[in-house]
């Protein structure tokens, strides 16, 4: 009697434990977000979140679906597009693959404390109105981008050395006075070395300011990165001077007030 009793009890449990694993576990197991190995390239397959637009409708929420000229011009088979959903995310690809992506930062300079510091000491505070035809505004807003690029250099350094010790070797870019649509801007970025020899990481930015908004642009060559990287490095140094032209001629001009 005992054991047929013991028996009807595991087969009571038995139906139960579905339902016990659909609503209990989750209170002691929460759902993990997954997470992608940093250190580990994404495969450059067309996927939803990098892949050539589609649509209008699809791409509605990029930004780069406003500031991006007509017409890019892209190397010969290469097409230049924003990347479908609304990741602020421009694709490069070949063939219906992804070869690489630019991204781009919009940052209000309102909650910027720091950059509205650099625009103090350049001589044009925060909310000054902007004349850009002017070239002593240029010279000042320039002096204040420079002065922002030089802090994250620093900031660069510091967490580069944290993170790889003496296994990498960095140099930093020469600063370049460039024009980011009608905007004066600054060209720069920064190239490690792997010890044993050949290349860890390069990337390349551009930094614009329109009086209201900082623009970071940048594109790169990273197998750590997830976005704003080319796969190979090879793709990078073709794209190159296309990306400077797709800069100077993006849709950012300036906007007076504060």
Same mark, same amino acid.
């Given at each position: ?10 087969? &009571? ?21 997954? @997470?992608?190995?940093? &250190?580990?390239?994404?495969? !450059? ?9 589609? !649509? !209008?409708?699809?791409i509605e929420g990029n930004i780069w679906q406003k500031i991006l000229g007509k017409n890019p011009i ?27 992506? &630019? ?5 209000? &300079? ?18 000054? @109105?902007? *004349? ?20 994250? +250099?620093?900031?660069?350094?510091? *967490? ?41 990481? @390069? +990337?390349?930015?551009?930094? =614009? ?5 900082? +623009? ?8 750590? =990165? ?16 296309? +990306?400077?032209?797709? =800069? ?11």
């Open positions: 009697m005992l054991r047929v009793y013991h028996l009807f009890l595991l087969v &009571v449990l038995l139906l139960l434990a579905p339902l016990g694993f659909k609503f209990v576990l989750p209170y002691f197991f929460p759902n993990k977000v997954e @997470q992608k190995n940093s &250190v580990t390239a994404p495969t !450059s397959k067309t996927s939803p979140l990098i892949s050539p637009g589609a !649509s !209008s409708n699809s892209a190397p010969h088979g290469w097409q230049i597009a924003p990347c479908q959903g609304n990741a602020p995310l421009l694709c490069v690809s070949s063939k219906g693959e992804v070869l690489g992506t &630019v991204e781009i930062g919009v940052y209000q &300079v309102s909650n910027n404390p720091n950059f509205q510091k650099d625009l103090q000491e350049a001589g044009v505070p925060f909310g000054t @109105q902007l *004349d850009y035809k002017n070239p002593s505004n240029q010279t000042k807003v320039l002096s204040a981008l420079k002065a922002w690029v030089a802090y994250y +250099y620093t900031s660069l350094l510091k *967490d580069r050395q944290k993170g790889y010790g003496n296994k990498i070797s960095f140099s930093t870019h020469p600063l370049e006075e460039v024009s980011v649509g009608k905007l004066p801007g600054v060209r720069y970025g920064f190239t490690g070395i792997k010890q044993e020899g050949g290349l860890q990481e @390069q +990337y390349i930015s551009h930094v =614009a300011y329109d009086g209201k908004t900082l +623009y970071v642009i940048s594109t790169s060559f990273d197998p750590g =990165a997830v976005t704003g990287k080319f796969e190979k490095l090879e793709n990078l140094l073709i794209f190159q001077p296309y +990306y400077y032209a797709i =800069a100077e001629n993006l849709n950012l001009s300036v906007i007076n007030g504060s």
